[in-house]
C-alpha cells in the first residue's frame, strides 16, 4: 500500500482510523466493518494517494449498505446509517470530484453491486446539475436584488424585513425542496423549476420587502416606484415571460412547468412545511420560520437518503472562494467532460458557446430552444401524404400512439413523459419528410416500401425520442432508450447518418455529436450481442466475410453497384437485399494477372464473377463504419505504443481476420477487447521487445472510451444460458490466443521467409474520400485512391486508371474514347491539347478546359 507522508506503522493507521470515526460519531458495527474491509482491500490492492481518502471510501460504502426501515410505512427505508456526506468529506478533506473518483476504484476492488455505482454516477451527476443551475441563480439574483445600502455584509443585526443575504437562502432552499419532492432530473427541467421558485420569491419581495427590487430590471411592475403606481397589479404578478427572455429559456416549458410548481407548493403549505401562503412566505411572522422548515426538510432528505448536501453551493458564494467555511473542496464544473465525451470516432471535446464558455445550462436551454421551433408540427406533412398509402398513414398514426404508451409507463415522471413525447412526435414527423424527400430525389421508388417493414418506422420514432431526451439532458441515457422500445442496436444505428443527413440544422453540434457517440456504441459491442440481427446476416454470408478493401468507398475491383458515400438512401439501407462480389481469390487473380495474358482470362474471369455469392447491403455498410472505428483507435494506441506503421499494418491484417473468419470472437463483446488481444499476440509473435500487456492497459485507458468493465468484465465462455466473466488477460490465454495463434505465426520472425505470399491488408485512410460521378453514366467515377493500392489498380487489365498529375495523357485519351463511343462528353487533357475550339464546344457543351481543372483542383486539395 503506499502510503502518504505522515502515515506510520500499521498501529498509527489504525488511531488515526478510529480518530475518523470518533469525529464521525460512528457506530462501532459499521466502523469495525468498514475497517476489516479496508485492511482486505489494502492487501490485495495498491492504494495509493492519501489513506484518509480510502478511509472515506470505505465507511461511505459501509455505510451505504445500510438499509433500516422507518415506522411510516413498509416501503420507507433510510438508506446510508444517516452518514452526512458533507461532514464525511469534510473530516477527509476531500473534493466532491476525489471523492466520486476513488469511489468508482473502491467500487471494482471491493466488488460491490452494479447499483451502489449507479448511486455514485447519480450523486456526482446531480451534483454536477446543481452546481450549474447555481452558477445562473446567483447571476440571475443579482440582476433582480440589490441589498439595500444599509445592509452589510455579514451584519448580525437582526433586521425586521428579511435580508438580502438571507432572502439568497430561502430561494434556493426551496429550489432544493422542490426539486426532491418533484425528482426532477434532467438539466432544463430543474433550470425551469428554479425560475418559477425566483418568481414566486420575487412576488413575494414586491410585497414584502420593495426595498429589496432591482429598478433596472426588465420584468419590474410599469410605474414602480412612482406616484402613480398601481399596487392591485401586484396580485398573481409573474415574471416568468422576461425571466425566459433574459435566459434564453423555453417559454412553453416553464409554462408546462406551472402546475407542476403550484402542485409543490400546495403539498409543502399542507404539510407545514411551509407557512403562511404563496403570497406571504417572508412576511415577518413567516420568513425565518419557513427558511428553519426548508433547511430542515432538506436536511432530513439527504440523510435519510445518505445523499450530497447541496446547500455548500450557498458557502462558495459566502466566501468567494475554492473552499468553504466547513473544509469541503467546491468544484463548481465539476466533470464535464464526463457527460459529454469525445471519442476517437467524433474527435471533438464539449463544444463551448460564443464568449468561449462551456455553459451545460445553457446549451440545453438551446438544444430545446432549437427543438421547439417545430413544436407546431403536429401530423404529417402533405407530401407525405401524397407520398404513402392511407394503410401506411393509419400505421404511423397507431406506432405513434403504442409508443406513447410505452413511454409514459416506463418514464419516471409521468407529466415529463407526455410533454417530451409530444416535442420528439413534432421532431419525427420533421425529420420523416425531410428524409423520404431525399429518398424521392435519389431515385424513383414506392415510399410505401419502407413502412413494410417496422423497423424504419420504429426506429426513428424512438431516434426522436433519444434526441430529445438529450437535449433536455436527461439522465436517462443511452441504450435505455433501446430497452423503453425493444428496439436493437443493429437496427438503430442506420438510422443516425440518415438523420444526421436530414435533419437541416435543426440539430445543433452538440447533439449530432451525441448521436456519432451512439453510432459509435453500437458499432463497438451493442450490435455484436447474441441476439442481434447481424449474426443473422453473418449466417447467411460466405466465409470469409467481407474485408475493409470490400466495403470501403470507392472499390472498382468488383462489377457490384457503388457503394457511394456513408450517405445511403434510408431504402438501401433498411433493405436486405443483396448485391454480387468478387471473392478473394478472383480479385487475387485480377491483380496478379500479368498484362499479355489478360485478354486470355478476362472472359473466363467474368463468368466465374456471375456465380460468386452475393453479400449483404446492411452488412457491407455496418463493417464499413466498424472497420473505420476500429482503425481509428487501433492506432491510436500503436502509436502510443511507439510501434512502426510495418507493426501497425501487420495488427490491422490480424485484427481483420479475426473478424472475417473468426467472426464469432465478437459475440457478446468488445471491439477494444479484440483489437488489445490482436496487439499483444502480435507483440508476442513478432518478438517485439520491451512491451508488455499492462504498456497495452497503460495506453488504452487514455482512450476516452475507456472504462474498467471492458477489461475486467469480458466473456469467457457461455454454458446452458450462463455467462462466465473474467478479465483480459484470461480471455486472451484461454480463448482469443487458441483461435488465433495458428494464424498469427505468419508474422513471427522465425516463420516469415522472403517469397511469402501472406498479403497484408489495406488499412482505412486517415481522411475517407468519396468517389464523385461525372457523367450519367453510373459506372464513371472519379475517387481519391488510397496509396498502398495505387500500384495495384494500375497494374490491373480490367481497369482504365488516371492519375492525376502523374499519368500520361494518352491514358485519359483512352478513357474519353470510352467514352465518346458511349455518347458521353469527353475531358481533354492539358491545355494546349489538339482539339480545335468548335470541336470542344460540341463535345463538351462550351465549357472549355474548365471541367478538366476543377478536377485537377479538387483532386489536388484532397490530397492535401
Known amino acids: 500500500m503506499t502510503q502518504s507522508r505522515e502515515d506510520g506503522s500499521s498501529d498509527s493507521i489504525r488511531s488515526r482510523y478510529e480518530e475518523l470515526c470518533r469525529e464521525l460519531n460512528m457506530d462501532r458495527e459499521t466502523e469495525e466493518l468498514s475497517w476489516n474491509k479496508f485492511m482486505d482491500i489494502s492487501q490485495r490492492f495498491s492504494l495509493e494517494g492519501e489513506t484518509l481518502h480510502w478511509f472515506c471510501c470505505a465507511l461511505y460504502a459501509a455505510c451505504r449498505g445500510s ?242 448536501d447541496e446547500r455548500i453551493l450557498l458557502d462558495y458564494r459566502k466566501i468567494n472562494s475554492s473552499h468553504d467555511s466547513s473544509g469541503i473542496k467546491i468544484d463548481l464544473h465539476p466533470d464535464i467532460k464526463s457527460l459529454m465525451p469525445n471519442t476517437p470516432y467524433t474527435r471533438k471535446e464539449s463544444l463551448p458557446c460564443k464568449d468561449g464558455v462551456f455553459d451545460p445550462v445553457a446549451n440545453a436551454t438551446n438544444n430545446v430552444k432549437k427543438l421547439r421551433e417545430i413544436s407546431h408540427i403536429t401530423e404529417p406533412s402533405e407530401f407525405i401524404r401524397k407520398s404513402t398509402s392511407e394503410e401506411v398513414l393509419k400505421k404511423i398514426h397507431d406506432k405513434i400512439n403504442y409508443m406513447s404508451t410505452i413511454l409514459n409507463n416506463k418514464f419516471p415522471n409521468k407529466e415529463e413523459s407526455v410533454n417530451k413525447f409530444q416535442l420528439a412526435k413534432s421532431l419525427y414527423y420533421y425529420l420523416l419528410d425531410k428524409i423520404l424527400h431525399f429518398e424521392v430525389r435519389q431515385k424513383p421508388i414506392d415510399l410505401n416500401i419502407l413502412f413494410q417493414k417496422d423497423s424504419f418506422n420504429t426506429t426513428l420514432i424512438a431516434c426522436s425520442v433519444e434526441i430529445v431526451l438529450d437535449a433536455y439532458a436527461s439522465p436517462l441515457k443511452f441504450p435505455w432508450i433501446l430497452e423503453c422500445f425493444g428496439i436493437n442496436a443493429f437496427e438503430f444505428y442506420k438510422l443516425i447518418e440518415i438523420i444526421v443527413r436530414s435533419h437541416d440544422n435543426i440539430l445543433n453540434r452538440e447533439l449530432i455529436k451525441h448521436l456519432n457517440l451512439i453510432e459509435e456504441t453500437c458499432l463497438e459491442s451493442l450490435a455484436w450481442k447474441k441476439n442481434s440481427p447481424l449474426w443473422e446476416l453473418i449466417k447467411k454470408e460466405p466465409i470469409p466475410l467481407p474485408t475493409w478493401s470490400e466495403v470501403k468507398v470507392g472499390r472498382i475491383d468488383s462489377t457490384e453497384p457503388q457503394l457511394q458515400s456513408p450517405m445511403n438512401s434510408a431504402f438501401d439501407t433498411f433493405s436486405t437485399s443483396s448485391t454480387p462480389i468478387v471473392n478473394e481469390s478472383v480479385r487475387r487473380d485480377l491483380f496478379n494477372t500479368p498484362r499479355d495474358t489478360a485478354s486470355v482470362n478476362r472472359t473466363n474471369d467474368l463468368s466465374r464473377q456471375l456465380n460468386v455469392p452475393k453479400r449483404s ?27 512502426d506503421e510495418d507493426m501497425i499494418q501487420k495488427i490491422w491484417t490480424l485484427f481483420e481476420y479475426s473478424i472475417t473468419q473468426k467472426t464469432e470472437l465478437m459475440q457478446d463483446r468488445h471491439l477494444d477487447q479484440i483489437f488489445m488481444c490482436a496487439i499483444y499476440l502480435y507483440i508476442k509473435v513478432g518478438e517485439v521487445s520491451g512491451k508488455l500487456f499492462r504498456d497495452i492497459m497503460k495506453f488504452y485507458r487514455k482512450q476516452p472510451q475507456a472504462t474498467s468493465s471492458i477489461y475486467r468484465g469480458v466473456l469467457i465462455k457461455t454454458e446452458n444460458g450462463e455467462q462466465t466473466f473474467g478479465d483480459i488477460i484470461k480471455f486472451y490465454n484461454e480463448i482469443y490466443m487458441q483461435k488465433m495463434t495458428p494464424y498469427a505465426w505468419n508474422f513471427s520472425k522465425r516463420q516469415e521467409r522472403p517469397d511469402s505470399d501472406l498479403l497484408l491488408s489495406p488499412h482505412p485512410t486517415e481522411k475517407q474520400t468519396f468517389p464523385r460521378q461525372l457523367s450519367s453514366n453510373h459506372y464513371f467515377y472519379v475517387h481519391s485512391m488510397d496509396k498502398n493500392d495505387i500500384d495495384k489498380y494500375t497494374a490491373s487489365p480490367n481497369q482504365l486508371t488516371f492519375e492525376f498529375c502523374r499519368s500520361p495523357g494518352k491514358d485519359l485519351e483512352k478513357i474519353n474514347a470510352i467514352i465518346s463511343s458511349k455518347g458521353k462528353r469527353n475531358f481533354p487533357f492539358g491545355l494546349n491539347d489538339s482539339t480545335n475550339d468548335a470541336d470542344r464546344k460540341r463535345a463538351r457543351g462550351g465549357s472549355g478546359n474548365q471541367v478538366l481543372l476543377k478536377m485537377i483542383k479538387d483532386r489536388q486539395q484532397e490530397h492535401k
Open 617 to 643: 447491403t446492411p452488412l457491407k455498410l455496418f463493417l464499413r463504419k466498424f472497420y473505420k472505428l476500429a482503425w481509428l483507435r487501433i492506432k491510436e494506441l500503436c502509436k502510443d505504443l511507439d510501434l
Open 67 to 308: 438499509y433500516t426501515p422507518t415506522v411510516g410505512g413498509t416501503n420507507d427505508v433510510v438508506l446510508g446509517n444517516c452518514i452526512s456526506v458533507v461532514k464525511l468529506l469534510r473530516s477527509c478533506n476531500m473534493s466532491i470530484h476525489e471523492f466520486t473518483s476513488k469511489m468508482r476504484k473502491w467500487h471494482e476492488m471491493a466488488k460491490l453491486p452494479e447499483s451502489f455505482l449507479n448511486q455514485i454516477n447519480k450523486m456526482e451527476r446531480c451534483y454536477s446539475i446543481t452546481s450549474n443551475v447555481f452558477i445562473r441563480y446567483a447571476d440571475i439574483f443579482e440582476q433582480l436584488f440589490v441589498p439595500p445600502p444599509n445592509e452589510k455584509k455579514n451584519c448580525k443585526f437582526r433586521s425586521a424585513k428579511c435580508p438580502y443575504g438571507k432572502l439568497f437562502e430561502i430561494c434556493w432552499c426551496l429550489y432544493l425542496c422542490a426539486k426532491n419532492q418533484n425528482k426532477v432530473t434532467d438539466i432544463v427541467m430543474s433550470f425551469h423549476l428554479l425560475i418559477w421558485c425566483i418568481d414566486l420569491v420575487y412576488r413575494n419581495v414586491l410585497n414584502e420587502n420593495p426595498d429589496l427590487i432591482n429598478p433596472k430590471f426588465v420584468g419590474v411592475p410599469p410605474k414602480w416606484g412612482k406616484p402613480d403606481f398601481d399596487i392591485r397589479i401586484l396580485k398573481d404578478y409573474c415574471i416568468i415571460e422576461p425571466l425566459c427572455n433574459m435566459t434564453n429559456a423555453s417559454p412553453l416549458d416553464a409554462k408546462n412547468m406551472k402546475d407542476t410548481f403550484k402542485g409543490i407548493i400546495k403539498t409543502f403549505l399542507n404539510a407545514n412545511t411551509l407557512y403562511g401562503t404563496e403570497d406571504t412566505l417572508i412576511a415577518n411572522a413567516n420568513f425565518e420560520r419557513n427558511l428553519r422548515s426548508l433547511k430542515g426538510a432538506y436536511e432530513l432528505y439527504v440523510l435519510n437518503m445518505a445523499e450530497l
